[in-house]
């Protein structure tokens, strides 16, 4: 049975043998402006790890739910990725970046008009389903063994192969005007970036991406993640733990 350590579980942390060699599966919360990288690498150098990796990236100015495996379960990472995700963010109505969020500069701006709440509602649905989705040029997909944000870093857009995702729930939770606070229940491979572009092409008025809160991952919950700094807190009580007394 895989061992799922979150905040209901932290009164039982493993040791650091247990981590680096059956391996643990760890809910983390993923802090603002931290890669996902980041967070693989602040665990590992907090715990000396060797084996350690993530099941799903999370863009940069997300947060929220990130699954971290070490040790043997880092064979486990695959499977989690396959797990449907939850989010919940922010749209900002008659803005447009480059990388569909707030990581680049505001490319345009536009006049929202007599947009309503019952426009952004309608607009909403009309995207749940199947369908086909394009990667932004802002993202990790490469193009011969390129990352796209390398191309468009020097400002070139390259042909990107569209890919087939799922949006099992999408919802409308509130709208103040130019922001529409969302819900949104998907498939692995999605990204709400896209999403929210396309959703402000369709209402003819553009959007970009303001916040982003990755709430679920399957069956786990952000709620039962832990904070970077709850984790350093669990390594110095290992520290401590080790300690002879003299």
């Known amino acids: 049975m895989t061992e799922i350590i979150g905040r209901s579980s932290s009164n039982r942390f493993p040791t650091q043998s247990v981590m680096n060699g059956a391996g643990i599966v760890l809910l983390v919360d993923k802090p603002m402006d931290w890669t996902s990288f980041d967070v693989v690498a602040k665990i590992r150098s907090l715990f000396n790890l060797d084996r350690i990796g993530h099941a799903g990236t999370l863009d940069p100015r997300a947060t929220g739910l990130l699954i971290v495996c070490t040790g043997k379960k880092t064979k486990a990472v695959s499977g989690f990725a396959e797990l449907e995700k939850e989010y919940e963010g922010v749209m900002t109505l008659g803005k447009t970046t480059p990388s569909f969020d707030s990581e680049t ?3 345009e701006v536009r006049d929202i008009g007599e947009i309503h709440s019952s426009d952004v509602a309608r607009v909403l649905t009309e995207f749940k389903g199947k369908q086909l989705q394009t990667p932004p040029m802002y993202s990790a997909v490469k193009r011969k063994g390129k990352p796209l944000y390398k191309y468009a870093r ?13 949006i099992k729930e999408i919802l ?4 103040q005007p130019p922001d529409v606070r969302f819900r949104v229940v998907c498939s692995k ?3 709400i970036r896209s999403l929210v572009h396309d959703v402000g092409a369709r209402l003819g008025c553009g959007a970009m991406l303001s916040e982003l809160r990755r ?26 733990a080790v ?4």
């Open 154 to 166: 020097k400002g070139r857009i390259v042909e990107r192969e569209p890919k087939e995702i799922e």
């Open 215 to 240: 709430t679920r991952i399957g069956p786990y919950d952000v709620h039962d993640a832990l904070t970077i700094g709850e984790l350093a807190e669990f390594r110095n009580r290992l520290r401590l």
């Open 243 to 246: 300690i002879p007394f003299s």
């Open 172 to 175: 409308l939770l509130d709208f």
């Open 189 to 191: 491979g999605t990204y």
């Open 105 to 107: 500069e505001v490319l």
